[in-house]
């Protein structure tokens, strides 16, 4: 699969970093360069992209789809949380611009096999940081019933994350749960 992204309200945030030829721009969410394509197109052999993103492919396509570009660029496998202390040790200072496009691209989401997507069957992974051990199914199969319960109502502030849980909770013990789509139907069949 192609990792395709269409960048949103490009006008307006292209229109909003005031992009200047020689300028510094970070992008804390690279994924596909969607967003740095454009400002790299609008930068001189002076300007710099200086690129983050957790997902080792949007590294990888981003340093494909950039690497004719006439400008800097710098790309970090990284968290962007951790951004701050990576300009300052490799020199930079001074920015012009940052961008941050939060969320789950589509990419990840139509990606069976990352287990974001709920429409396509995949392995429960769900992990941006494909390096990382912890991934969902760890989470689904082994946290106790209230740390689910927590899980799902501060960071996804789901109304019914006692019932999903409780519902999980239920399912593992008849065996792990393996795939987006089993867990699907225990999200699904725990609404009213």
Same mark, same amino acid.
């Given at each position: 699969?192609?990792?395709?992204?269409?960048?949103?309200?490009?006008?307006?945030?292209?229109? =909003?970093?005031?992009?200047?030829?020689? =300028?510094?721009?970070?992008?804390?969410?690279? =994924? #596909?360069?969607?967003?740095?394509?454009?400002?790299? !197109?609008?930068?001189?052999?002076?300007?710099?992209?200086?690129?983050?993103?957790?997902?080792?492919?949007?590294?990888?396509?981003?340093? $494909?789809?950039?690497?004719?570009?006439?400008?800097?660029?710098?790309?970090?496998?990284? !968290?962007?949380?951790?951004?701050?202390?990576?300009? $300052?040790?490799?020199?930079?200072?001074?920015?012009?611009?940052?961008? %941050?496009?939060?969320?789950?691209?589509?990419?990840?989401?139509?990606?069976?096999?990352?287990?974001?997507?709920?429409?396509?069957?995949?392995?429960?992974?769900?992990?941006?940081?494909?390096?990382?051990?912890?991934?969902?199914?760890?989470?689904?199969?082994?946290?106790?019933?209230?740390?689910? $319960?927590?899980?799902?109502?501060?960071?996804?502030?789901?109304?019914?994350?006692?019932?999903? %849980?409780?519902?999980?909770?239920? %399912?593992?013990?008849? #065996?792990?749960?393996?795939?987006?789509?089993?867990?699907?139907? $225990?999200?699904?069949?725990?609404?009213?």
């Amino acid at each position: 699969m192609e990792f395709k992204h269409v960048p949103i309200m490009l006008d307006e945030v292209i229109a =909003g970093l005031n992009i200047q030829e020689d =300028g510094v721009y970070v992008d804390l969410t690279l =994924g #596909g360069a969607g967003h740095s394509g454009v400002i790299a !197109d609008r930068l001189s052999k002076d300007g710099t992209i200086i690129g983050f993103d957790k997902d080792k492919t949007a590294i990888d396509v981003s340093s $494909i789809r950039l690497k004719d570009k006439s400008c800097h660029i710098k790309l970090f496998n990284s !968290d962007f949380r951790h951004f701050k202390e990576i300009l $300052i040790s490799n020199g930079i200072e001074k920015v012009d611009g940052i961008l %941050a496009d939060l969320g789950v691209s589509s990419y990840q989401i139509d990606e069976g096999k990352r287990g974001f997507s709920y429409m396509h069957d995949g392995p429960l992974d769900m992990r941006m940081d494909t390096s990382s051990s912890l991934n969902a199914s760890y989470i689904v199969n082994n946290y106790s019933e209230q740390a689910l $319960i927590d899980i799902l109502y501060r960071y996804g502030e789901e109304t019914y994350a006692r019932s999903i %849980a409780r519902n999980i909770v239920k %399912a593992r013990s008849n #065996g792990a749960i393996s795939t987006t789509q089993e867990l699907r139907r $225990i999200v699904e069949s725990s609404y009213p």
